[in-house]
């Protein structure tokens, strides 16, 4: 097993400036990552997101690092001011920087779901065949380039383990996958241990990611918690100090066949630093331990 970090766990250290993502990719080589997996890029107006991707690629290169993953938002829906066709033209140019990366899997997002004001009596299952057909045209452009696309359980409205399994056996290519984040389902008030179970065939990459949870059945006033779709509490936490059962949740995986990359992704309120290399410590140990 190979181990990650997602360049999400170090937006705090980014977005205060108190380093940069070239730092924070020297940061993952000291921490004792094998790999780190990038999300959309942040591209100076002195630069072109090729120029940009070629720089990424050649320090990962100089650190030893490996790029695990490319991950980008879409939405099928609303993307590209709605248009469909624009939206899957732009992950396909997306594609493209991923091939240039090196890396040979790229995540988008499938949609955040329809507007309140348009939701009308509009359901998943209503949006599913446009979802479908853009990450069909998407993952069969992607195969020529030598990588792989998967969608993730993320954002609310795609996220339960039983909506973007319709999407994968929706799409029906080889090529199309799942990244699949133990901790995401809980965002949708679901059980990751009965959600890992019913898509670990299908996983193409993994997130390990931890919260605490507090019920949403009585007023509750901490900061640093966020709402889950049905009203109860999470915060990011360490992995394995929290209440994701991750262990039990890698256990699957590892069982039904996964070797890929284990991807810290950290949201906690703690160092960034501290956070992913805790983290990347006790992954370490529970894997070990799975054998």
């Known amino acids: 097993m190979k181990f990650s970090v997602s360049s999400y766990s170090y937006s705090s250290l980014i977005n205060s400036g108190e380093k940069s993502l070239f730092d924070c990719i020297?940061?993952?080589?000291?921490?004792?990552?094998?790999?780190?997996?990038?999300?959309?890029?942040?591209?100076?107006?002195?630069?072109?997101?090729?120029?940009?991707?070629?720089?990424?690629?050649?320090?990962?290169?100089?650190?030893?690092l490996e790029i695990s993953a490319y991950t980008i938002g879409a939405d099928f829906l609303y993307g590209s001011?709605?248009?469909?066709?624009?939206?899957?033209?732009?992950?396909k140019s997306q594609v493209d920087i991923a091939s240039l990366l090196g890396t040979d899997k790229m995540r988008h997002d499938a949609t955040r779901g329809y507007d309140r004001g348009d939701r009308g009596f509009k359901s998943f299952d209503d949006a599913l065949p446009r979802i479908i057909r853009g990450c069909r045209e998407v993952t069969e452009y992607a195969a020529s380039k030598g990588v792989k696309t998967m969608t993730e359980n993320h954002g609310f409205f795609s996220q339960d383990s039983q909506r973007v399994e319709k999407i994968v056996n929706g799409v029906k290519n080889d090529n199309f996958g799942l990244l699949i984040d133990i901790g995401n389902f809980m965002c949708a008030d679901e059980d990751p241990i009965e959600a890992v179970g019913r898509l670990a065939p299908y996983a193409f990459h993994v997130h390990a990611k931890d919260f605490h949870k507090k019920s949403g059945n009585a007023p509750f006033f901490c900061d640093g918690f966020f709402k889950t779709r049905g009203g109860s509490y999470l915060?990011?936490?360490?992995?394995?100090?929290?209440?994701?059962?991750?262990?039990?949740?890698?256990?699957?995986?590892?069982?039904?066949?996964?070797?890929?990359?284990?991807?810290?992704?950290?949201?906690?309120?703690?160092?960034?630093?501290?956070?992913?290399?805790?983290?990347?410590?006790?992954?370490?140990r529970m894997c070990a331990s799975i054998g």
Not at 40 to 51: H, K, N, T, Y
Not at 81 to 91: A, F, P, Y
Not at 267 to 280: M, Q, R
Request: glycine fraction near 14%; aromatic fraction near 8%; charged fraction near 25%.
């Open 26 to 64: 020297s940061v993952a080589k000291e921490t004792g990552f094998d790999g780190i997996e990038f999300i959309d890029f942040d591209v100076p107006e002195s630069m072109s997101l090729p120029e940009y991707a070629e720089r990424v690629k050649e320090k990962c290169q100089s650190e030893g």
């Open 235 to 284: 915060r990011g936490a360490v992995i394995g100090h929290g209440d994701v059962p991750v262990y039990q949740c890698l256990s699957t995986l590892i069982s039904n066949g996964y070797d890929g990359y284990v991807t810290v992704e950290f949201e906690g309120i703690e160092s960034s630093i501290t956070g992913t290399s805790f983290g990347l410590n006790t992954l370490k």
């Open 81 to 91: 001011g709605g248009d469909l066709d624009g939206e899957i033209r732009r992950l």
